[in-house]
């Protein structure tokens, strides 16, 4: 069984950093692919930042440049690095796993809140 724990979220003024960490748990093979979402009061949940097991990353139009998405393999943990935060950056944080033939299997953290305000 695959569990995601996620850390780090906070309340942060507009322009500020932080970085979310997910720590994976369970046996996992490739291709997988580890993201980031978000959900946002009465929004639906959208996709911020992904990272497949061939190397690439991807990531959405509204934090491009301003978060990057990382993992370290030997813990297990993937990160999302969050620079020059907006208050529209305010949401839950998702860590998302899926992998196997088609991403058959699928699993999410329990969430983080990130709050940005002045």
């Known amino acids: 069984q695959v569990h995601l724990v996620e850390s780090g979220g906070d309340s942060v003024q507009p322009g500020g950093s932080l970085r979310l960490s997910c720590a994976v748990s369970?046996?996992?093979?490739?291709?997988?692919?580890l993201g980031w979402y978000r959900q946002a009061p009465e929004k639906q949940r959208e996709l911020v930042a992904v990272?497949?097991?061939?190397?690439?990353?991807s990531y959405a139009d509204s934090v491009k440049g301003r978060f990057t998405i990382s993992r370290d393999n030997a813990k297990n943990t993937v990160y999302l690095q969050m620079n020059s935060l907006k208050p529209e950056d305010t949401a839950v944080y998702y860590c998302?796993?899926?992998?196997?033939?088609?991403?058959?299997?699928?699993?999410w953290g329990q969430g983080t809140q990130v709050t940005v305000s002045s």
């Open positions: 369970g046996s996992f093979f490739s291709p997988y692919a």
């Open positions: 998302n796993l899926r992998y196997g033939l088609g991403y058959m299997y699928d699993y």
């Open positions: 990272t497949h097991s061939g190397g690439s990353t």
